[in-house]
């Protein structure tokens, strides 16, 4: 498998549909790195513009990689050696596209119903185990903004529940997402 | 569905292997009340002995359910409204059965290959689709110990990643079986 999945904090929506930057969550980055060890992501990438989140996250890893947290988890330490910390989008489309020689297929998730360039899950599953590259993107807050979901090259149909609740944590549909398209 | 789920505070182990009392945390209670949500869930039991970490897990459902976080956002109210704390396993188990007037097949999952009375997901699968009245159990902090595995019916196959990597946070390794079940 050639999959990269990027944990976006910026372009995403806040509650009132504004264009913002999320704050990074600690919680996040573990639950994250955990699910990408476990469906054998290649690298998992957090993405966000801002110096001081960027260097918040890579003093977190710091912690578990060569700090007191590996010797205390060597679990975390073991999941946390897949993560990446990029500026952009565009950053983390552009590390997968030089580890693996070539360019990603780009998959933005969404809770709402793509109205173009949909891809499900069996047909996103059927790349990922054809050896495609492939980079999922999952959006913070609340999800991804219009311009990060315009900048992927297909956006995955939404995870709907039984009632037609889809309000789930990224950490969860990522959960999901990952372990339909690589599980 | 007749489908119960329990996030278990006790008793679970510590990283030493010791029975402990596990801490409630307000980001589980949310993520896997949007999960029994999603997944058309009856009730979700908060099971711990301790009064005032009920008292404390009442306070944040009050908070959602009757103060200001339920204005604040709808969909969570919507998702903690199926959300019950009790003081053990068995409280759970009896409310599930006086609920349903029949007693659950009761299904504890672990990381650990189960030694005995293991069901796995496709068997697990069809008792909730056939209509059974079915409780997962999930264990926080190091697992469900041995005493709670015990009190169980089966005991769920684990969700095993490519590369043996078995570390998952309870609640996306939550999201993964209830989508696996009853998606």
Known sequence: MRLYIGLVHFPVYNKNHEKIVSAITTLDIHDMARLATTYDVSRFFIVTPLDDQQEFARRVLRHWLEGYGGRYNRHRKEALECVSVVGSLEQAIARSHEMEGEAPLT???????????????????????????VALLFGTAWGLHEEAIRQADRV?????????????????AAAIILDRLAG
Not at 156 to 172: D, F, Q, W
Request: glycine content about 4%; hydrophobic content about 40%.
């Open 156 to 172: 995955l149909v939404p995870i709907l529940g039984k009632k037609g609740y889809n309000h789930l944590s990224v950490r969860t």
């Open 107 to 133: 998959i933005a998730t969404d809770a709402a119903d793509p109205k173009e360039r949909s891809i499900s899950c069996a047909e996103a599953r059927e790349a990922i185990w054809n050896n495609e590259v």
